[in-house]
């Protein structure tokens, strides 16, 4: 059971309501639009609903829902018994009614932020130990990338037409699924990703050093590369995460698909700049807690030479999601 003390909070926390007394009703609204008002006893919730949809919602939960008086009828809007609902059903009729009257875009800049979870505590040296000797026992784990680093050096250098085909043969090696130009066809992946990188200078400090600014750039690069063309869609997020790793491996801590999902719930740029963050926040605290090693000491001792502090993270964080995940499913 809810109370009107429940109402009041969920509608309060909502951008640009107002609450007033009329008619010794308490009502809530958006400018001169009424999207919630409770009953003079304080037993009952009208709230804003669209009148095509309300019948069904009635019929079909004739306990909890009924229709306004007939003289409301013609307006978007339903009533409910406040003993009826739990808080799980009020939250989504009072976020449901309030969008029904605020421009879509408060309603959609005040709804992304509002699903964006905690980050996960920052992980220790210890945790960053037991996860990379994990890691580093999975078969063939650093193979690719070897291969990659003997073909481009210590990173790709995209002006390389040489460089642009090795980077695109190692997103395919982890499912990228990029098409390889026909024999005689241009690469128009590769043209793009020249394109790209000549309008997209990335920074080259690693993860722990890096400054907001930075994180701003590194994010707008990862945002038109996740967009870029290839074929009928484009490069997508997991992909455009680790070629910015490919790139720049001291800097960029990459993401997959469940990490992004499961910490942002979105991968868009925004998404992206904050786990650049959290990271910068992850290796800063470890190497406090290593008591100033250098972070190539520092690597080697978690049990991972020559590999960047960024990629360690990554990889702590793909065991503890990603990993956990696929082993818990049916």
């Not at 229709?67 to 307006?75: C, E, I, K, Q, V």
């Not at 991968?267 to 250098?294: K, M, N, Q, S």
């Not at 001792?301 to 990603?322: N, Q």
Request: with cysteine; proline share 8%.
């Amino acid at each position: 059971m809810v109370t009107t003390q429940d109402v009041r909070r969920l509608a309060l926390g909502l951008p640009r309501t107002e609450e007033h007394l009329i008619r010794d009703r308490v009502k809530f609204r958006i400018g001169s639009i009424v999207y919630l008002a409770l009953s003079r006893d304080e037993t009952e919730l009208g709230f804003a609903f669209p009148k095509e949809e309300r019948a069904a919602l009635v019929a079909a939960e004739p306990d909890k829902f009924f229709l306004p008086r007939a003289s409301d009828l013609r307006f978007h809007w339903a009533e409910a018994r406040l003993a009826a609902l739990d808080l799980d059903e009020l939250t989504e009729l009072v976020t449901e009614a309030w969008r029904l009257v605020v421009p879509a875009r408060v309603a959609r800049d005040h709804l992304e932020r509002a699903v964006v979870p905690p980050p996960p505590p920052t992980p220790s040296l210890a945790e960053l130990r037991a996860s990379a000797e994990v890691f580093h026992a999975f078969p063939g784990v650093d193979r690719s990338w070897r291969a990659l680093r003997e073909e481009t050096g210590p990173r790709p250098d995209l002006s390389d037409a040489g460089h642009r085909t090795a980077l695109h043969r190692w997103l395919n090696s982890w499912g990228c699924r990029i098409r390889y130009p026909r024999e005689g066809e241009p690469d128009a992946f590769g043209a793009g990703l020249a394109a790209w990188a000549a309008r997209h200078p990335l920074p080259d400090a690693p993860l722990a050093a890096l400054t907001a600014r930075e994180i701003s750039r590194f994010a707008k690069a990862y945002e038109a590369l996740a967009a870029l063309p290839v074929g009928r869609r484009g490069l997508g997020p997991t992909a455009a995460s680790k070629a910015l790793y490919a790139l720049r491996p001291d800097s960029v801590m990459p993401w997959d698909a469940a990490i992004a999902e499961r910490l942002y719930g979105v991968r868009d740029g925004a998404a992206f700049a904050r786990h650049l963050t959290i990271g910068r926040t992850w290796a800063r605290a470890a190497l406090a807690e290593a008591g100033g090693l250098p972070e190539a000491a520092l690597c080697a001792d978690l049990g991972r030479p020559g590999i960047s502090l960024a990629k360690i993270l990554d990889e702590h964080l793909y065991l503890t999601i990603t990993y956990r995940a696929r082993k818990s499913a049916p």
